[in-house]
């Protein structure tokens, strides 16, 4: 995991050593990238669309491994998307602007949403959810917050109000509203897909939980 970190944070060449110190962190951090890599190992997943996906890193990291044939990044940030393409530079990989709250998914093999749902008010989470559960793909990864884990949920809480406050982003602040598990995997379950919930927060305090709907 440390090699894999490292060879992605290297191609991150036109950005803050600060910067590039998050993303390597990240890689090697995130319970999520560890779980991700391990089913892409067992099983490969083909074409990959990744909602949310900042500055790509996640993406670079399952086509250097060798878990992804190709990867299409969506993002909201103009600028992130624009480190993503020159990052991923001669990789088989296409970064796009696109608001989530309304763009058609790209067609994929596996769809991954990384804590994206707590980003959204919740109109826009139950139409998303509804156009993933519609979208076709074979598998299926969300990384989801938890509202019902005790102390965990109570601390992310606070930390997601916190960020959202030094962020800068107004619009939220203060309106942390984090969708059960049932309602997540409810659409995806009536679309046919069998869903696997399990914990994701290794190392750290948050309630985040790894949602994997596969094809019956």
């Not at 060879?7 to 319970?31: C, H, M, N, W």
């Not at 491994?65 to 990867?71: D, F, K, L």
């Amino acid at each position: 995991m440390a090699d894999l970190a490292g060879q992605v944070a290297a191609r991150y060449r036109d950005v803050s050593r600060t910067e590039r110190g998050f993303i390597r962190g990240k890689l090697k951090g995130d319970p999520a990238v560890a779980a991700l890599l391990a089913l892409g190992a067992a099983r490969p997943f083909g074409r990959v669309v990744d909602l949310g996906c900042g500055r790509g890193q996640l993406a670079i990291a399952l086509l250097l491994a060798g878990v992804a044939e190709h990867v299409t990044g969506v993002d909201i940030d103009a600028a992130k998307i624009g480190v993503a393409r020159a990052a991923a530079d001669g990789l088989p990989a296409r970064f796009e602007v696109a608001d989530l709250a309304h763009a058609p998914l790209p067609p994929c093999d596996t769809l991954l949403m990384i804590d994206v749902l707590l980003q959204l008010p919740l109109p826009a989470q139950d139409g998303l959810l509804a156009r993933i559960a519609a979208s076709g793909a074979g598998r299926i990864a969300v990384r989801a917050f938890d509202p019902e884990r005790g102390w965990r949920s109570a601390l992310g809480f606070g930390m997601e109000r916190v960020r959202r406050l030094l962020g800068g982003d107004r619009g939220l602040a203060g309106a942390v509203a984090p969708r059960p598990l049932p309602e997540i995997a409810a659409p995806l379950a009536a679309a046919g897909y069998r869903v696997e919930i399990t914990p994701c927060w290794a190392g750290t305090p948050l309630p985040n939980v790894l949602l994997l709907a596969e094809r019956s």
